[in-house]
């Protein structure tokens, strides 16, 4: 069966993956479309010159090699069950779901399909892999966003935060990758790609930081080891939805060139 890649939601993400197909700078067909709003993304598919059709949730793993999830972290554990049961791969950009589902990886390697999780937002996960080959002593990651990319978030709610008419920053949050990742669920897929890539979810610490006034997600990434010292700092512009930065989606659609080409550059 020849390459195709079947995308599952048509948010932010999805759509821009689409533009790009549609412009012929994928490298691979989509084969079809899901989404749980159908009237809204049929709706964006008809803007498309040349649009894929819309199809069920099977119907969409039977055509596809790859199935790209863009959809939120609900749909991956049932949409992992069933992509795998059909012997294909899977590309999750909720990567969070992996930390509360880790029977996901376990099936992926029993089953032999590859699951590929995209950096995403964030950057230098090939040094974090590399280093944590050796002896890595501690990694720490802070999160600066402004206060309209954490509204809703179930540890605001559940603390009784108001980042309403905040005047100056405000730390929201401190604990591990797992705890941020439960917390704040649409925001740190981020903290989730940085603790697979390297001491796991429970040896990974994370603050959050809302700052009142500022325009980017910003990341810091510090990883001390027998290697030395490395240090990464993100500044990412939001994309249509505030939550998630630009470079997400051009993650993504590099990483699907990357998933169908012979040649890999990096670790």
Partial sequence: MAASIGI?????????ILREADAGKLNVPVS????????????FLSTLSDPPPYLGP???INRSTLIVETAGGHVVPQLAKDVFAAGKDLMVISIGALLEHPEILEESRSKGCRLLAPSGAIAGLDGIKSACAGRVDRITMTSRKPPRALEGAPHLVENEINLEG???ELEVFSGTAREACKGFPANLNVSAAVSLAGLGPDKTQVKIV??????????????????GLLTIHIENVPSENPKTGKLTALSIIRSIRDAVDTVSIGT
């Fill in 32 to 43: 079809g479309v899901t989404s749980r709003t159908e009237s809204t993304a049929l709706e």
């Fill in 166 to 168: 905040l005047e100056e």
């Fill in 8 to 16: 599952v939601g048509c948010g932010a993400i999805g759509q821009a």
């Fill in 58 to 60: 099977a119907e969409l």
């Fill in 210 to 227: 809302a700052v009142p006034g500022l325009e980017r997600n910003c990341h810091d990434i510090e990883v001390e080891g027998e290697f």
